[in-house]
């Protein structure tokens, strides 16, 4: 008979104790964990079948350096080049910082390395340094760099990722000046990026629109508001609009150009819009369609009034000459029809065009995904904060009317 007191045989402890950066012992073997290169945020685990020693512990770290891509750099020389720059501050990074902190800069290093590969540090421009900022912001680069467009504060800790491994080439007398540091993030497109929807802006309800399409009924610019209105557009938008973009016998209008102003006050014309999910095609219908072909023709008019200065082009907002737009007037040519017109709401913007669209769907009961398809917004949030203005005086009504009722207290 066995003894009540014998002690039951302890289990083995199944979590891997750390070592160093990547490398984990369990029970006497080596184990490495390393960043998923096609999943990020997600690490994965390698049996290396070593037994824990020292010396298998550096093979374990090659091994682990191996699957994550990173050659072995020992030091640096004129020709090295980015990836190799890379490289190395990626090994020195390892000893530095914790397994979950490396993965943020070893993804960061990725995207310079898909970038840039082999090419010398020592030959870099600044417009080369330039080009890859601008491209991770707008989305623009090869899928092996970015997939989707990066949030600023992304391109910002990539930025300062790189300057750190870049410094290494500075120091190294590779380099004359650190340009990964120098080198800023583009002020206009910041900008543009970070136009959220200022939800402050006032808005037309339906009478104050009505009011507003009715004053400026002869106005230059009346049909250029009524389509801005219409489709939700933001001001890059409709003077991006190109009648190559426009398809009447499909019914579609296609935004995927924009005309904006420039940091330094240029106008910029760019295949692209603001996010992807900008880009978009919508619906013409008759009233549209009139609008367009009574444009159409009207330019087909100026074009003989003006036969020898006439300025050709494919967008569907000019003067009658046909010369192009500046952004910022329209900007004032609206601030004039308000300002003139105290009856209309005096806060209100250009911008508040687009605000008073995406208000009209709203009150006529559209869901809110389609409105975020049809507005261009980047995230449905943007759109949810809409109905919680919009709808948000009229709940709170509601909701003390319904507590109010039958109550006798």
Known sequence: MESKNKKRP????????????GIYVRGDWLYI?????????????????????????????????????VDKVDSLNTNSSVSEVADLYLRKKQRDVLGSTFNGYYYRMRRVKAYFGDTPIRKLKESDIENFYDGLLLGSLKREVAKKPLDEDTVKDTKR???SAFQMAVDAGIAS???????????????????????????????????????????PQYRLFYLTFFYCLRRS?????????????KGLITINHTVTKGFKGETKRRNHTKTPTSNRKLGLVDCTIAILREIKEEQSINRLRYP?????????????????????????AFHRIIR????????????????????????????????QVWAGHKDIETTLKYYTKVKGSDNAETMANQMAEGLNI
Not at 237 to 249: A, H, M, T, Y
Not at 308 to 332: M, N, R
Not at 350 to 370: E, Q, V, Y
Request: proline share 5%; net charge neutral.
């Open 10 to 21: 302890q289990k083995k402890n199944k979590n891997p104790k750390r070592i160093k950066t």
């Open 33 to 69: 964990r390393y960043p998923d290169p096609n999943k990020p945020g997600r690490t994965l685990e390698d049996a290396t079948g070593l037994t824990y020693t020292k010396q298998n512990v550096l093979i374990a770290e090659e091994m682990r350096f191996r699957r994550i891509g």
């Open 161 to 163: 990722t790189f300057g």
């Open 177 to 219: 000046k650190n340009l990964a540091r120098i080198v800023k993030l583009n002020k206009e497109i910041l900008a543009d990026l970070s136009e959220d929807e200022d939800l402050d802006d006032d808005f037309f309800d339906e009478k104050d629109t009505e009011r507003f399409f009715r004053i400026c009924k002869n106005h």
């Open 237 to 249: 938008e409709v003077l991006g609009l190109r009648w190559k973009n426009i398809d009447f016998e």
């Open 308 to 332: 020898d200065s006439y300025y050709e082009s494919d967008y569907v907002f000019t003067k009658q000459d046909g010369s192009l737009y500046q952004p910022d007037s329209l900007t004032q």
């Open 340 to 371: 003139d017109n105290p009856d209309l709401p005096q806060g209100i913007t250009f911008h508040g065009l687009r605000a008073s669209g995406i208000t009209r769907l709203i009150l006529k009961g559209a869901n809110p995904k389609s409105v």
